[in-house]
């Protein structure tokens, strides 16, 4: 893992403790190197992760403070739908359609940036959030990148086998978010009497390396979907 990667979740982790408490100015940047033995500009990295975040703010001339709580700062889809659940004390099950690996079609490897035929898992799973089946989601993973994923994994979650087995880091993602349709077939899976608009997460997601590990289509019940961010002018 890159130092700066091991800096950030110490700093994160002690926001989310609250040794470093929100509205509070962080240590000065040459402190925090001499504590972790680095340069800096590594420092540097490591809080540009956290201002992205919204969970550190930047005031010129006065240095880094502590925006907010991470638990409250935080309802990223980058965390995962089990962990999401998990915060917020919410029962989840997951209803596993399809898990298949298979080569990439033309629209697939586009999104992946992978060759055409490239093998991919397909994931297609109902995510019920207390008793209500809640999302729809549609994914695909390079098979080599994401090696010996099992079901029992696809049943609770993807991205903790990715952070805690493979040990990789999941860094940034590219959203875009719009409402669709829901087809017959969904209708099926989410238990809607009649055809109704679902809110899209279309996704591509990166690993801190710089290479893109997922793309998915997650489309949720419009009146249990809940999505925050922070918007910084850099």
Same mark, same amino acid.
């Given at each position: 893992?890159?130092?700066?990667? &091991?800096?950030?979740?110490?700093?994160?982790?002690?926001?989310? @403790? *609250?040794?470093?408490?929100?509205?509070?100015?962080?240590?000065?940047?040459?402190?925090?190197?001499?504590?972790?033995?680095?340069?800096?500009?590594?420092?540097?990295?490591?809080?540009?992760?956290? %201002?992205?975040?919204?969970?550190?703010?930047?005031?010129?001339?006065?240095? @880094?403070?502590?925006?907010?709580?991470? @638990?409250?700062?935080?309802?990223?889809?980058?965390?995962? +739908?089990?962990?999401?659940?998990?915060?917020?004390?919410?029962?989840?099950?997951?209803?596993?359609?399809? !898990?298949?690996?298979?080569?990439?079609?033309?629209?697939?490897?586009?999104?992946? +940036?992978?060759?055409?035929?490239?093998?991919?898992?397909?994931? /297609?799973?109902?995510r019920v959030?207390?008793? %209500?089946?809640?999302?729809? &989601?549609?994914?695909?993973?390079?098979?080599?990148?994401?090696?010996?994923?099992?079901?029992?994994?696809?049943n609770q979650? =993807?991205?903790?086998? =990715?952070?805690?087995?493979? *040990?990789? %880091?999941?860094?940034?993602?590219?959203?875009? =978010?719009?409402?669709?349709?829901? +087809? /017959?077939? &969904?209708?099926?899976?989410?238990?809607?009497?009649?055809?109704?608009?679902?809110?899209? %997460?279309?996704?591509?997601?990166?690993?801190?390396?710089?290479?893109? !590990?997922?793309?998915?289509?997650?489309?949720?019940?419009?009146?249990?979907?809940? !999505?925050?961010?922070?918007?910084?002018?850099?």
């Amino acid at each position: 893992m890159p130092k700066y990667m &091991e800096i950030y979740r110490e700093i994160r982790l002690r926001i989310e @403790s *609250g040794n470093y408490a929100p509205d509070k100015k962080l240590p000065e940047g040459s402190k925090l190197a001499s504590e972790f033995s680095c340069s800096e500009l590594t420092i540097t990295k490591a809080l540009d992760l956290l %201002v992205r975040e919204g969970l550190v703010l930047r005031k010129r001339g006065s240095g @880094s403070f502590v925006k907010r709580l991470a @638990s409250s700062a935080s309802n990223s889809h980058l965390s995962g +739908t089990a962990e999401r659940c998990a915060r917020a004390g919410k029962k989840l099950e997951t209803r596993v359609i399809n !898990f298949t690996a298979e080569p990439a079609d033309e629209h697939v490897a586009q999104k992946l +940036t992978i060759p055409r035929g490239q093998l991919v898992y397909v994931i /297609h799973r109902v995510r019920v959030i207390d008793g %209500v089946p809640s999302i729809i &989601e549609y994914t695909w993973m390079p098979v080599d990148l994401i090696p010996q994923l099992t079901l029992t994994y696809v049943n609770q979650s =993807i991205y903790h086998y =990715i952070t805690r087995q493979l *040990g990789w %880091v999941i860094h940034s993602a590219h959203m875009t =978010i719009t409402g669709q349709q829901a +087809t /017959h077939h &969904e209708c099926q899976q989410l238990a809607l009497v009649e055809p109704t608009a679902l809110i899209q %997460v279309e996704q591509v997601a990166f690993l801190d390396n710089g290479k893109l !590990f997922e793309y998915s289509i997650a489309r949720h019940l419009w009146d249990s979907f809940n !999505f925050e961010t922070d918007f910084v002018r850099v």
